[in-house]
C-alpha cells in the first residue's frame, strides 16, 4: 500500500489520558484527521494521583490557551519545604507561572478532552487494542469494540499514551525494564482540623515520611509510607493507618477526616529502550514511569507529547526535509529527559525513605547546600519544574538553539500568545524575513511572523511550536 491510499485516519493514538488527549488535541488543531482509542467507558474517571501542575507544563498548556483557566481549578504555592529544611522558593523561576499549581489531574484531563472534540478528534470509548501491525507505509490497529466483536483501524503513524501496562508497549514487543522503588504507598485526599503550618511539605522520621498539599477548597492531597508496614496493593487501606503514619513523619496527623477517596500502591521506575519503532511511538507513562517524588509524572507525559505533535504535522503535512531525522528526534531528546526525571525522582524518594543516621545526616548536609547555593537550587528547582530542560541543538545550529524560549514581550503580543497558533514563530527586524536554513521543517505558509520590540535589535530567532529555540541568526 502506498502513502497516497487511503487510510482510516492519519494518527491513532491509545490511550486518554492528559498525554494522548494533548497530543490528539495538537494533531487536530492543525489539521490532521485523529482517533483516539480509550478503553474506559466514557465518563469513567480515572484513578488522579498526579495533583501538581509544574510551571513548563503551564507554559505548555498557555500555548494552547488554557493556563489561566486551569490556574482557576486549585491554588499555586511559591514555596515548597523539603525534610524540614530544604526551603525551594519557586517565585525564583524564570517563567510568568513562577510556582506549582496543586490541581487533580481530571482538571487537566477535562480542559484537555474539551479542547480535542472542539478541534475534530474522533474519540473512541471502551475500546481496547488487542495488536499493532505495521508496514512501510501504514500501521493497522486490532481492536474490540464496546459489543466486543473485532475490528481494525489503519493509519500512517500510531502512538500508545496508554499508562504503565501499555498494550502498544506489548504489541511492540518492547522490554520495560527496572522495577520497583517504593512499596506500600497510601494516597487519600482528605479534609483537615488543624491548618498546617507548611502549605506545602515533605517530611520523614527514618521510618514513615508523609507529603501533604492543598488544592484550595479545603481539600488536601495526603501521602504517606510506613518501613514497618510493608503490604500488597490489593491490602484494604482505611483512615487510620494513614493517620498514623502521618503522626509518625509529622509529628501530627492535623486532623484529618473525610477522606473522598484512599487507596494504597506501589511505584516502579522504568523505561522503555526506545520510544519509536517504525511508525509506533511511545509516550507518557507507556515510555517511562518513576516515583512520584517531585510530582513530574504527568508533566513529563504532556511535555513529550508536546515535542511529538508538531514533529508529526510537519511529517503529515511534507514540510519536513528528512522526515525520517525529524521524527527520530523525538526519541533523542525526550528519552534522556525520561531517563532524568528517574534519577531525580528516584533520588527524591531515597532521601525520603533515609533510614540510617548517616543518611540523614547526608540528606540535611544536601538540603543546607541547596539552600546556601543559589546556582545550585535554581538549577535543580529548573530541572524538577521543566524550566531548565534543553535539547541538543540542531546540526548546524548553536546555543541558544535546543534551549526553552522564554515568554518574551513583541510587538505581536507575548510569544506564548503567538505559539497558540501552532506553528513556528520567526522573530526578526522589520523589512524581508531573512533566509531560514534549509533542513527548517517548516513552510512560509506555516509560520507566524513577529518582531522585536527595539528596532535596532537585528538578530532572527525561529521559535518551535514547543516553544523551544530551533535556530538562530548570528
Known amino acids: 500500500m502506498s502513502s497516497t491510499e487511503r487510510t482510516d485516519t492519519q494518527v491513532l493514538v491509545i490511550g486518554a489520558g492528559p498525554t494522548g488527549l494533548l497530543l490528539a488535541g495538537d494533531l487536530a488543531a492543525a489539521g490532521v484527521d485523529v482517533t483516539l482509542v480509550e478503553r474506559r467507558p466514557h465518563g469513567l474517571a480515572n484513578m488522579t494521583r498526579a495533583f501538581g501542575v509544574h510551571a513548563r507544563t503551564l507554559e505548555q498548556l498557555d500555548a494552547r490557551g488554557l493556563a489561566d483557566e486551569l490556574l482557576t481549578t486549585g491554588t499555586t504555592l511559591g514555596r515548597a519545604r523539603l525534610f524540614g529544611r530544604l526551603d525551594l522558593d519557586l517565585t525564583r523561576l524564570p517563567s510568568r507561572f513562577n510556582h506549582l499549581l496543586v490541581t487533580p489531574q481530571y482538571e487537566v484531563e477535562r480542559l484537555l478532552e474539551r479542547r480535542a472534540e472542539a478541534a475534530g478528534v474522533t474519540f473512541r470509548y471502551g475500546t ?29 503513524h500510531l502512538v500508545g499514551t496508554d499508562g504503565v501496562r501499555s498494550a502498544v508497549r506489548s504489541a511492540l514487543g518492547l522490554p520495560f525494564p527496572g522495577g520497583s522503588v517504593i512499596r506500600s504507598l497510601v494516597l487519600a485526599d482528605v479534609r483537615l482540623t488543624d491548618e498546617p503550618t507548611e502549605s506545602f511539605s515533605v517530611d520523614g522520621s527514618g521510618d514513615s515520611f508523609a507529603f ?106 511534507g514540510t519536513a526535509p528528512d522526515p525520517d531525522a525529524l521524527l527520530d528526534s523525538y526519541h533523542s531528546e525526550r528519552h534522556p529527559v525520561g531517563a532524568t526525571v528517574l534519577r531525580t525522582s528516584g533520588a527524591l524518594v531515597r532521601l525520603a525513605m533515609a533510614h540510617s543516621p548517616l543518611t540523614r545526616a547526608a540528606r540535611s548536609l544536601a538540603a543546607g547546600f541547596l539552600n546556601a547555593v543559589r546556582p545550585a537550587s535554581a538549577r535543580a528547582m529548573g530541572m524538577i519544574s521543566g524550566i531548565g530542560i534543553a535539547y541538543a ?15 518574551i514581550r513583541l510587538r505581536e503580543g507575548r510569544l506564548y500568545e503567538l505559539l497558540r497558533a501552532g506553528e513556528f514563530v520567526l522573530i526578526a527586524p522589520e523589512g524581508p524575513p531573512p533566509a531560514l536554513p534549509a533542513a527548517a521543517p517548516v513552510s512560509p505558509g506555516h509560520l507566524v511572523r513577529a518582531t522585536w520590540p527595539d528596532p535596532a535589535r537585528r538578530t532572527a530567532v525561529l521559535i518551535r511550536p514547543d516553544g523551544h529555540i530551533h535556530w538562530t541568526s548570528r
Do not use: C
Not at 228 to 243: A, F, N, S
Open 128 to 156: 481496547e487494542l488487542r495488536g499493532v501491525r505495521q508496514d512501510a507505509d501504514t500501521v493497522t490497529a486490532e481492536l474490540t469494540g464496546p459489543d466486543g466483536t473485532r475490528h481494525t483501524l489503519t493509519a500512517r
Open 212 to 317: 501533604l498539599a492543598p488544592f484550595g477548597d479545603g481539600w488536601y492531597r495526603v501521602m504517606g509510607w510506613s518501613r514497618t508496614r510493608q503490604v500488597d496493593d490489593g491490602e484494604p487501606v482505611d483512615l487510620d493507618e494513614l493517620r498514623e503514619i502521618t503522626r509518625g513523619a509529622l509529628g501530627t496527623d492535623l486532623g484529618m477526616h473525610d477522606p473522598r477517596w484512599i487507596s494504597r500502591f506501589h511505584s516502579d521506575e522504568r523505561q522503555s529502550p526506545s520510544y519509536r519503532v517504525g511508525r509506533v511511538f511511545l509516550a507518557g507513562d507507556a515510555a517511562h514511569v518513576h516515583s512520584p517524588a517531585g510530582g513530574q509524572g504527568m508533566n513529563t507525559g504532556l511535555q513529550d507529547a508536546a515535542n511529538l505533535s508538531w514533529k508529526l504535522t510537519a511529517v503529515l503535512r
Open 393 to 407: 541543538p540542531p546540526a548546524g545550529s548553536h546555543r541558544p538553539a535546543g534551549r526553552r524560549a522564554p515568554d
